[in-house]
């Protein structure tokens, strides 16, 4: 595909889209309900659809029976780790192999013209972007996700918590299935607007910044300490009436669900003429500003706060403007 033809490339070999980033219409005022049933199919497809089936997977093949989940024993809880230690390999490591190992489509609609690997810093252990991340992946992300997940089993199967069935609340589970991306979107924002505070980005999020130009394992590698906020979206599950099925889609959603935003690429080839959206431009920006785009664009934030970016050159001068007045009242503190 020639991706001269959806964007351009600068000098440095960055590429950006023509179409600036947009927010979904879902929360559009007035409303446009004919552009959300445009959008619709976007919602489902292709992330949505594939993590909840990777709930029911688990569900079904994975975990064992409820009268085992009421008793914590080594044999379940490390065959769990090691299934989503091997399924989480699979799916980041198909996206770094096709995507920055093999090359297979080049720099072609690749946001950031330079490759991670070919750039060393002394802010990852080994001066490697890779091998940092996927240390803090697999060192404390994977555990830590684990750990989440039977706390959440075991609290269902004690009877800790309400069990609401599908077969008895159809509806009800089935509109709560509809939101699992809504409450992520939510959460995310909260929780990201907050790490980017002072103290907690320098001791916590900035780890996870240290990857300006992201790539597939960037995805989860962070602090413990946000990794543990961002996975804990599915102790939400604990509190609202749901069920442990809508809870490990709700896992899966934040866990498998980060690649998108750190993917690095605007489409994935499929073949010389199709393409899937990879959705990462709008968080890519993040990661390329820091101070803009807290949110995915699902629930449009962002644009109620002032901290939206689409990456035009409206978008830019917004930004400048508002770190002009963030200097202004940094400046006028300090003269008092």
Known sequence: MDDLQYGTRNKRGDWAPNEPAGTAPLFAFPPRPL???RWLPHYFLPYNLLFA??????WRYVLPDVETMKTLSAGWILRLFIVNCAALLVFFGAFELRLYILRAQGNRFKYNGKWPSEQKSKAFFFESQNIDNMLRTFGTGMPIWTAIEVTILYAYANGYVPWLSFAEHPVYSFC???VVPIIHETHFFLLHRT????PLYRWVHSVHHNSVNPSPWS???MHPVE???YLGVAFWHLIIPSNPLLALYQLHYAGFGAIPGHVGFDKIELTEDTSVDSHAYIHYLHHKYFEVNYGDGLIPFDRWFGTFHD???QGEARMQARYEKKKARANAAAAK
């Open 35 to 37: 552009a959300v049933l």
């Open 311 to 313: 990456g035009s050159k």
């Open 219 to 221: 995805s989860l590698s």
């Open 227 to 229: 990794q543990l906020g």
């Open 195 to 198: 790490i980017h505070w002072g």
């Open 53 to 58: 089936v990777t709930a029911v997977v688990w």
């Open 176 to 178: 709560l299935t509809l």
